[in-house]
Each structure stands twice: as C-alpha cells, then as structure tokens.
C-alpha cells in the first residue's frame, strides 16, 4: 500500500513540472512565431522609411548624444528605429507571456 502512495505522489509533482514545462514550450513558440512574422513584414516591406511607428529624429538625438558619432546617414537611423521597434515589440510580447503565465497558474 505505501508504495503505491509513494507512486502517486511522484506522480503528481511530475505532473506540475510537465504542465509548466508545456508553458515553457508554448512562450518560446510563439517568440518564434513573432520573430519569423516579422522576418516576413521585412522581406515584404518596400519603403521602410513610410512604415515606421517610432520617429527617427529620436533615435538620431539618442545617438548623436555618443561624441564618436557626428553623422548619421538616413538609412541607417530608419534601420535602427526598425530594430528598435522590433526590441519593444518583443520584450511586450515576452513580458506578456510571463504575466499571463502567472495569472493561469495562480487562478
């Protein structure tokens, strides 16, 4: 009788690091699932200068604030502010995925 006790409760904690490990697996898909998504908004972008959602002026008076830099060629600061934008995205996204994450567990 007390090994089939012992038994159930291996079980059970098996069963919660499972659950969290499928938890895990789902925020690192769907990480991918954003990375590839913007992969393929890049490769189909034509003007990147016309879809941007933060303003490059910010980003070129953040890094002109570094004293090695003097100029800042136009294609380089609508790059930045893209990878800028990316960065935001995903750190939302994965702050996102952690809170929902805690809220299931707890409720």
């Not at 079980?11 to 769907?30: P, Y």
């Not at 991918?32 to 016309?50: W, Y």
Request: hydrophobic share 35%; with cysteine; glycine share 4%.
């Amino acid at each position: 009788m007390e090994n089939n006790s012992e038994q159930s409760t291996v079980n059970a904690g098996q069963l919660v690091g499972v659950g969290q490990l499928n938890i895990e697996k789902n925020k690192q898909e769907q990480v991918k699932m954003f990375c590839t998504e913007k992969r393929r908004e890049m490769e189909n972008v034509n003007d990147l200068k016309n879809n941007l959602l933060l303003p490059p002026i910010r980003i070129n008076k953040i890094t002109k604030k570094d004293e090695d830099i003097r100029m800042i060629v136009v294609e380089s600061s609508v790059l930045l502010t893209k990878i800028c934008e990316f960065f935001i995205q995903e750190l939302t996204l994965c702050f996102w995925l952690n809170a929902s994450s805690m809220y299931f567990e707890e409720g």
